[in-house]
C-alpha cells in the first residue's frame, strides 16, 4: 500500500450524482476503484485477506464505505468472502488481464471507427498538436502528463464517436486498468507517443476501417506491456 493512498483516493474521478444516496454511494466506489488498480498490480496480494479497519485507517474514511465496496468486489469476483475470516484477494491471471483488455480494444476500436466519421479538421488538428506535447513530455520523462494528454486524446475520440452508451461501456472495462500506475508500467507511456501515430493517421484520412484497427492494436499493446509487467512481479497466477 502506499503512503499517499488517502490522495490518491480523493483523486479518483467519480461521476457525480444526485439524490439521497449520492455521496455515500461516490466514496464506496472511489473506494472499489482504489483496491481494484491495487489488485492488478499487486498491491494486494493474492491470497490475503483485505482488513476492513486497516483499509478504513488508511484511507482516512469510515468502515462503511470500505465494506461496501469489498462487497462490490465481491460480486466482480476480484475478492472472495470467507464467513469469519473477511474478504481475500482472487488471485489474477494473465488470461484475466487480457480479456479485459480484448474486451475493451473491441469497443475503443468501434469508437474510433464513428469518430473517423465525425470528426471536424479542428478537432484532428487539435488532437494532432496534443500528441506533439505527449510525444515531447515522453522524451522527457514526465509520465503524469503523458497520462493526462493521452486521456485528453482518447477523451476526444471516444466523444466524437456519438456513441455515449458504448463509450459509457468502455468506462466500464477503464475501471479495471491500473491508471494511478500508468508511469510504473513499463513501456505504457512509449505505447502513448508511438501507437497514437497511425491512429491519428487513419482519422485524419477518414478511414473507420483503419482507425478501427489502429485503436484495437494500440489497446491489446498496452495490455501486452501490463501482462508482461504483472509477470515480471510476479503478480499472475
Known amino acids: 500500500m502506499t503512503e499517499n493512498a488517502a ?7 467519480i461521476p457525480t450524482r444526485r439524490g439521497p444516496f449520492g455521496d455515500k454511494q461516490q466514496l464506496s466506489e472511489r473506494v472499489a476503484a482504489y483496491v481494484r488498480e491495487g489488485i492488478m498490480v499487486g498491491e494486494f496480494p493474492p491470497g490475503e485477506f483485505v482488513r476492513t479497519e486497516h483499509l478504513a485507517a488508511q484511507l482516512g474514511v469510515s468502515q462503511t464505505p470500505v465494506r461496501e465496496a469489498l462487497m462490490i468486489l465481491h460480486s466482480e469476483g476480484s475478492v472472495r468472502w470467507e464467513p469469519r475470516r473477511g474478504y ?5 491471471t494473465g488470461r484475466d488481464v487480457r480479456d479485459l483488455f480484448q474486451v475493451q480494444a473491441y469497443i475503443a476500436g468501434e469508437l474510433a471507427a464513428r469518430a473517423a466519421e465525425h470528426l471536424t479538421d479542428a478537432e ?3 488532437l494532432g498538436s496534443v500528441q506533439d506535447e505527449l510525444t515531447e513530455a515522453e522524451r522527457a520523462g514526465e509520465t503524469d502528463l503523458v497520462d493526462s494528454l493521452n486521456h485528453e ?3 476526444t475520440v471516444n466523444k466524437a464517436s456519438g456513441s455515449a452508451r458504448m463509450a459509457s461501456l468502455l468506462n466500464l472495462t477503464v475501471n479495471y486498468v491500473p ?3 500508468f508511469g510504473t508500467i513499463e513501456g505504457w507511456p512509449s505505447a502513448s507517443a508511438h501507437d497514437h501515430g497511425e491512429i491519428l493517421a487513419a482519422l485524419r484520412a477518414r478511414d473507420p476501417q483503419a482507425a478501427r484497427t489502429a485503436m ?5 499493446h498496452i495490455g501486452e506491456l501490463l501482462v508482461a509487467h504483472l509477470a515480471k512481479q510476479d503478480i499472475l497466477a
Open 7 to 13: 490522495d490518491a483516493l480523493r483523486g479518483r474521478a
Open 88 to 92: 481475500r484477494v482472487v488471485a489474477l
Open 124 to 126: 484532428i488538428d487539435r
Open 153 to 155: 486524446i482518447h477523451r
Open 179 to 181: 491508471l494511478r500506475f
Open 216 to 220: 484495437t492494436a494500440h489497446i491489446e
